[in-house]
């Protein structure tokens, strides 16, 4: 099994209630080797009409951050969600929801076997990190789970909505390409 026959699989998924109002199915998107892993909440309007991840305007902000560092999700990273597919009018997902979605996040970490996972939000973080986790408080810190390293930083729709914490998330990043270039391989920033 690699990526393209798991996306295959999961471009029919029909184990939540979420598959009725989706357009389109959003995987993720990047390369197969990718040593970084961004893992947003889940698709909104823009992203649930292209089936790709973050394309609308808070993906265009999260790509100005990607390339000030380097990476790329053409060249160098993989972008993927909690959960796959659109929740209406953009809420949070339900519990029962992100439960049903989650073997698709662990079988794409399982393929891509990344070295560091940034958490884009605080759904991201306390489902991948800690269900405690503050996003404000503990932004930009990494922590060791399984000989991977979690982090994250806030979510670019929160920072279109508040764009004086742009530095603290410009900060992130920084400390994530020092991080990259510590303990990757074969991402050069
Ligand atoms: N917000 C997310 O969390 N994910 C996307 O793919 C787009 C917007």
Same mark, same amino acid.
């Given at each position: 099994?690699?990526?393209?026959?798991?996306?295959?699989?999961?471009?029919?998924?029909?184990?939540?209630?979420?598959?009725?109002?989706?357009?389109?199915?959003?995987?993720?998107?990047?390369?197969?080797?990718?040593?970084?892993?961004?893992?947003?909440?889940? $698709?909104?309007?823009? /992203?649930? +009409?292209?089936?790709? @991840?973050?394309?609308?305007?808070?993906?265009? #902000? *999260?790509?100005?951050?990607?390339?000030?560092?380097?990476?790329?999700?053409?060249?160098?990273?993989?972008?993927?969600?909690?959960?796959?597919?659109?929740?209406?009018?953009?809420?949070? $997902?339900?519990?029962? /929801?992100? +439960?049903?979605?989650? @073997?698709?996040?662990?079988?794409?970490?399982? #393929? *891509?076997?990344?070295?560091?996972?940034?958490?884009?939000?605080?759904?991201?973080?306390?489902?991948?990190?800690?269900?405690?986790?503050?996003?404000?408080?503990?932004?930009?810190?990494?922590?060791?789970?399984?000989?991977?390293?979690?982090?994250?930083?806030?979510?670019?729709?929160?920072?279109?909505?508040?764009?004086?914490?742009?530095?603290?998330?410009?900060?992130?990043?920084?400390?994530?390409?020092?991080?990259?270039?510590?303990?990757?391989?074969?991402?050069?920033?």
């Amino acid at each position: 099994m690699d990526l393209e026959a798991l996306q295959q699989q999961c471009l029919d998924c029909r184990k939540c209630p979420l598959c009725e109002t989706r357009q389109h199915v959003v995987f993720g998107m990047g390369v197969p080797d990718a040593e970084v892993l961004f893992v947003g909440e889940g $698709p909104g309007a823009s /992203e649930d +009409a292209e089936g790709l @991840p973050f394309v609308g305007r808070s993906g265009k #902000l *999260l790509d100005s951050y990607l390339m000030a560092v380097g990476l790329d999700r053409q060249t160098n990273i993989y972008i993927a969600n909690i959960v796959k597919c659109r929740p209406p009018q953009n809420r949070d $997902p339900l519990p029962e /929801e992100t +439960a049903a979605c989650k @073997p698709w996040l662990r079988e794409q970490f399982r #393929l *891509l076997r990344p070295k560091i996972v940034v958490c884009l939000g605080r759904v991201a973080a306390q489902q991948m990190i800690d269900p405690g986790f503050s996003v404000t408080r503990e932004h930009g810190v990494f922590i060791e789970k399984g000989g991977v390293l979690f982090m994250a930083t806030l979510h670019p729709a929160a920072l279109l909505r508040a764009p004086a914490n742009k530095a603290q998330v410009f900060g992130d990043f920084l400390a994530l390409r020092d991080k990259i270039n510590e303990i990757c391989t074969h991402t050069t920033l």
